[in-house]
């Protein structure tokens, strides 16, 4: 783990504060002219629509409204990629054979690993759940494959019986 | 490791339970055996096929204690049993680690399973092919149908848990979009020159989810893309 964490260093973003700050904006050009703004893409060279500030990474260019938006993104991104290079969650997810958290369960904590239940028995047997301290996902089939639960499933959620259809459907599941 | 008695470690070798067991038939073939009148002739002769049938017999017993130990298919989980039985009312799956029986024994200890004691604990590798620790002595895992644990994550397995690991955090660290993401997956899988690795994409890019995550399936020689939660 101690190669792992020390990959997770952030790369220094070049941030450019305004769009009206010129030689920023110069640099911005070069190096990401697509960015990624709320909810769709932006060509910086036509506009920067409502956006005034702009986190650029060498694959990557995310643009705010505020800069103060930008930097409290920033600082949450630092805190989540510390916690995901951690291969265990501090609680685990539940998964319950039965609905109303009843029958066999299986408890895990391994995370960014594709776990495909059938490795522990429990293929096709989830009616409910508790979701511990990672979010998760949970896939119909192995391989994070098939189709994605909708469900809650973030961080403390949990679900005494799965939604329509899902009933001892669950195949795959990731742990973030 | 606990240190166990050896004479209970031989006892744990035997692979044929039901040789202790009788059955009607015995009684009459002990009495057949009594009723035929002793020979002296060829006494030595017998003595040294049955000197000789021991030891290959005792032989074999240890040749299959030793094959009957295994390696994991799938080094990257562990799960913990809470009872020795199959199938398990309730597992634990951990992260493997170097010494799986003591990353189980901590869930006992800090009251995750149970609240005593860990008892014995024995790694086996599941039907599954990963590796289960198990409450129980060296036998648990032949009676449940299993094969004992190796005993050691070989230098394979080592290097396995390293790509894996580097793989989920080139994926989280930043966010590689559907486009790249399958190039950023063969790039660690040449940097680790694995041969015969497949990489397949799972798809399901939304605005929400427009980043990827990437994870190992060391079983399949597979690595598994998909996206991931959170807009980049």
């Not at chain 2, 951990?94 to 024995?122: F, H, S, Y």
Request: glycine content about 8%.
């Amino acid at each position: 783990m101690k190669r792992l964490l020390g990959g997770v260093i952030l790369a220094t973003s070049v941030i450019i504060a305004t769009p009206g700050a010129h030689a920023a904006r110069t640099s911005a050009e070069r190096t990401a002219r697509s960015a990624w703004f709320e909810d769709h893409w932006l060509d910086l060279t036509v506009s920067w629509e409502q956006a005034t500030a702009c986190d650029v990474q060498p694959d990557l260019t995310i643009c705010y409204r505020t800069e103060a938006a930008m930097n409290a993104e920033l600082a949450a991104a630092r805190t989540a990629m510390a916690f995901t290079t951690l291969t265990a969650c501090s609680t685990s997810l539940r998964l319950y054979d039965g609905t109303t958290y009843t029958g066999t369960v299986l408890n895990l904590s391994i995370r960014a690993t594709v776990l495909n239940l059938s490795n522990y028995g429990f293929d096709n047997l989830t009616s409910s759940y508790k979701v511990g301290g990672c979010d998760s996902d949970f896939y119909s089939a192995a391989n994070l494959g098939g189709s994605l639960y909708t469900g809650s499933t973030g961080a403390g959620s949990q679900a005494p019986s799965m939604l329509s259809g899902w009933n001892n459907v669950v195949s795959s599941v990731y742990v973030y | 490791m606990r240190v166990r008695d050896p004479f209970e470690i031989l006892a744990a070798l035997n692979p044929v339970p039901r040789l202790s067991e009788t059955s009607p038939q015995d009684d009459e073939l002990l009495a057949t055996i009594i009723a035929k009148a002793p020979s002296t002739t060829g006494k030595r002769r017998r003595r040294l096929w049955v000197t000789g049938g021991t030891a290959i017999a005792v032989v074999g017993l240890a040749a299959f204690a030793v094959f009957h130990q295994d390696s994991a298919s799938s080094p990257l989980q562990l799960t913990c049993y809470t009872t020795a039985q199959q199938p398990q009312p309730e597992q634990f799956g951990i992260p493997m680690e170097g010494d799986p029986v003591k990353a189980c024994e901590q869930l006992w200890r800090n009251g995750t399973i149970g609240d005593a004691e860990p008892p014995t604990l024995t790694a086996c590798v599941n039907d599954r092919g990963i590796v289960a620790v198990i409450p129980g002595d060296q036998q648990v895992c032949d009676r449940l149908g299993f094969a004992n644990w190796i005993g050691a994550l070989t230098d394979d397995e080592g290097q396995m848990m390293a790509f894996a690991d580097e793989l989920a955090a080139t994926f989280s660290e930043k966010c590689i979009i559907e486009p790249d993401a399958t190039a950023a997956a063969q790039a660690v899988i040449d940097k680790y020159q694995l041969d015969g690795w497949t990489i397949v994409q799972q798809g399901g890019y939304t605005p929400q989810r427009a980043c990827s995550l990437a994870g190992a399936v060391p079983e399949q020689h597979l690595v598994v893309i998909a996206s991931r939660r959170g807009a980049p």
